[in-house]
């Protein structure tokens, strides 16, 4: 059986040795296709695979069609939006995700962001501190939490928001105050954290309203997804609040227009690099290659996405 490893952005040596070690160790093939440029080379090379390994590579509904033998994709990371879910189930193909593995890279990165914000974006001019400040968080995932914690030594005053945890203790545990409704999250924010994934029903839902019922000289803090921003809605309020700050991983569609209306008050990176450090791509690497072979000789689903 044949693992794909695709990736246009590769994955570090390190990894990939790692990640051969774990396949061929299980008595399975991989093949590599690294810094591809076209869609056709991925085509041509999942054509005859059982298993492919992705990062932020597009796994369309033509890629599966052209994928005849394939039983599971896994994207080494945590978002799988690039991966077409509905054209994997319909031929009974596994997805899944390796949750937690870059958690704390983006959870620094989302602090950096903060620090970077407060301090004018390392300009002259006087800054503010985080210290004291009431850190929101918008989903209390793998990141959310970590991002949690990293703001509470840094002595912020932390409050988070995630309907899908019913278990108070969660957060008790990690004395983080949950909050009832996304309304009251925002409106008590000096700094708001997102980490809300990509779905149909965030798409979009971060807009006008929301920036608005911020508190004065309030940073929005995007490490999650551009899509879940309405762009035209926050570039409205920002445009109506000068105290208003947003700085993101990745750049929104409309950055000219941000980085000229906004000058220092907005930033955006101009590739995403959340979960760009050595140790979070051979975590999320070898997570990937695990957790294929563990479904392709045991068949455990575990972290499978599409259920
Ligand atoms: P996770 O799956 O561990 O956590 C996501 C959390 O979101 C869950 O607790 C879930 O209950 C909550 N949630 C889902 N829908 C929600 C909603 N409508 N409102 C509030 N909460 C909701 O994922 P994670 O590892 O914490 O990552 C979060 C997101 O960050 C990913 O989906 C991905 O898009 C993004 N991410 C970005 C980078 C980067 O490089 N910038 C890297 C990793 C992850």
Known sequence: MKVLVATEKP???????????????????????????DKAQLLEAVADVEGIIIRSDKVTAEVIAAAKNLKIV????????????????????????????????VAELALGMMVYMARNQFNAGTGSELQGKTLAIHAYG????????????????????DPFITDEAVFERDGVK????VAELYAAADYLSLHIP?????KGSIGYDLAMSM?????????????????????K?????EDLKYITDVAPEAKDAY?????????????????????????????????????????????????
């Open 11 to 37: 994955f570090a040596k390190k990894a990939v040795d790692g990640i051969k070690e774990i396949i061929e160790a299980a008595g399975l093939e991989l093949v590599l296709l690294e810094k591809y440029t």
């Open 74 to 105: 896994v994207r080494a990371g945590a978002g799988y939006d690039n991966v077409d879910l509905a054209a994997a189930s319909e031929r009974g193909i596994v997805v899944m995700n390796t949750p937690g593995q870059n958690s704390n890279a």
């Open 142 to 161: 793998n990141v959310g939490r970590l991002v949690g914690l990293k703001g509470k030594a840094l002595g912020m005053n932390v409050i988070a928001y």
């Open 178 to 181: 949950k909050m009832n409704s």
């Open 198 to 202: 990509a779905t149909a029903e965030t």
């Open 215 to 235: 508190p004065k000289g309030a940073t929005l803090v995007n490490t999650a997804r551009k899509e879940v921003i309405n762009e035209e809605g926050l570039m």
């Open 237 to 241: 309020a920002m445009e109506e609040r």
């Open 259 to 307: 980085a000229e209306k906004f000058g220092k008050r907005y930033f955006g990176t101009p590739k995403k690099m959340g979960a760009e450090t050595a140790e979070a791509n051979i975590n999320a690497g070898l997570a990937a290659a695990r957790q294929t072979v563990g479904y392709l000789k045991e068949g455990i689903t575990k972290f499978q996405v599409n259920k």
